[in-house]
């Protein structure tokens, strides 16, 4: 026997608990959901193209991998021909970056960018993923639910699939979404007011913490108001949905939108919304904040509640806020693209639609 029929062998007796994503078996087992991952690719990119957006490729290392408490960045040192040495961050979305390009002129833009966070890993996480974001200038946030639903519908026609599903759960990606609005959400799914502990400029944290109680939700003394809003928001609302057809909940609590506008309707609110199918999470999309000065106490305020939480603050990239403030009026839009694949193609888990998943 030659030594090259012997690998496959030595491949199990490493790692006898699985086998590693590069042996035949494996491969075998996750090369459809791949294949569709590229004929998805091309499908999103053909989109784009038929709408006039160019296709831009941010740079990974920047100088904040961003500024959401609960995003986790990964750092690195870059040495400077002089001698000097400074901390760099792999970006954990491409916005800083395309937000800089709309400022220099740009107007419709996409990108599907290699994207990197820490401490997220399960079966929709993984610590390396792709991005696919896009931005409209002068351009109204509800045009981008008509973009998700467009793009969603040929990503599945590319993937011959005829429903979105995950794990017994389908939506039809062909029919028209279901708009609703997260205080909508919470009165449907979790029989709760948000509203009434939502002001223009605060929140009343006893107050959820009481309608979290009474849903037979655990609240512990140290739970913020967005620590309430975000077990409300995983336990009761997310697993209804995308359920039979695409959800888009709209107009989030300006706490919980730390880079959105306020709704001119009502203060209290922002332009963002998030897509759901099957009960997964898809996209996440925002009328895009201008204002600089807001955007940097926002920053701060979430950078405080990470040293709070994590011990650690990352920097704040003050060339994105000196971009920000001559950034034309614009909505832009983040959307998953192993998620996309998962549910069109129908995988169970993010690593069979990675082709090298982080060991």
């Given amino acids: 026997m030659s030594s090259k029929s012997q ?22 087992d996750r090369r459809p959901f791949l294949a ?6 091309a ?31 990964f750092g690195t040192e870059i040495a400077d021909p002089d001698g000097g040495r400074r901390t760099l961050y792999l970006h954990s979305s ?9 400022a220099a002129g740009e107007e419709r833009i996409f990108a599907l960018s290699r994207v990197f966070r820490n401490r997220e890993r399960g079966p929709l996480h993984h610590p390396e993923f792709t991005m696919l974001e896009w931005y409209r200038a002068k351009t109204p946030y509800g045009a981008l639910i008509e973009d998700c639903r467009a793009l969603i519908e040929a990503a599945a026609r590319a993937a011959g699939a005829s429903a979105l599903t995950w794990r017994g759960k389908t939506a039809d990606p062909f029919q028209e979404p279901e708009r609703l609005s997260v205080a909508e959400a919470f009165e449907r799914f979790a029989g709760i007011d948000l509203m009434a502990s939502v002001g223009v400029g605060e929140v009343d944290r006893d107050r959820l913490a009481h309608d979290v109680t009474g849903a037979g939700i ?43 506008r306020r709704c001119p309707h009502d203060p209290r609110v922002s ?32 950078m405080a509640e990470r040293q709070r939480i994590y011990g650690e603050a990352y920097p704040i990239d003050e060339d994105f806020l000196a971009a920000l403030a001559l ?16 549910l069109c193609a129908g995988a ?11 060991p």
């Avoid at 038929?50 to 990974?60: A, K, L, M, N, S």
């Avoid at 950034?327 to 998962?342: K, W, Y």
């Avoid at 690593?351 to 090298?356: D, G, L, N, R, T």
């Fill in 271 to 302: 332009e963002r919304f998030e897509l759901y199918a099957c009960g997964v999470e898809l996209a996440n999309a925002f009328g895009e904040l201008t204002d600089a000065m807001e955007q940097r106490a926002r920053f701060e305020a979430e």
């Fill in 36 to 41: 569709a991952r590229g004929r998805i690719a």
């Fill in 43 to 73: 499908a999103c990119r053909s989109w784009f193209a038929g709408q006039g957006f160019c296709e831009v490729e941010p740079g990974i290392l920047q100088v904040s991998p961003g500024n959401e408490a609960h995003i986790s960045g």
């Fill in 348 to 358: 169970q888990r993010i690593e069979q639609v990675i082709w090298s998943p982080v």
């Fill in 94 to 102: 491409p916005e800083f970056v395309c937000k800089k390009l709309l």
């Fill in 7 to 28: 690998k496959p062998d030595i491949a199990r007796e490493i790692a006898p608990k699985s086998s590693p994503w590069w042996a035949a078996h494996v491969h075998a």
């Fill in 218 to 260: 655990r609240v512990t003394a140290d739970d913020t108001w967005s620590d309430l809003f975000s077990k409300l928001i995983s336990e009761k609302i997310e697993p209804n949905l995308g359920l039979g057809q695409i959800t888009v909940l709209d107009e989030y609590p300006a706490a919980e939108a730390a880079l959105a």
């Fill in 327 to 342: 950034m034309p009026e614009a909505s832009g839009i983040a959307l998953g693209f192993e998620r996309l694949v998962m």
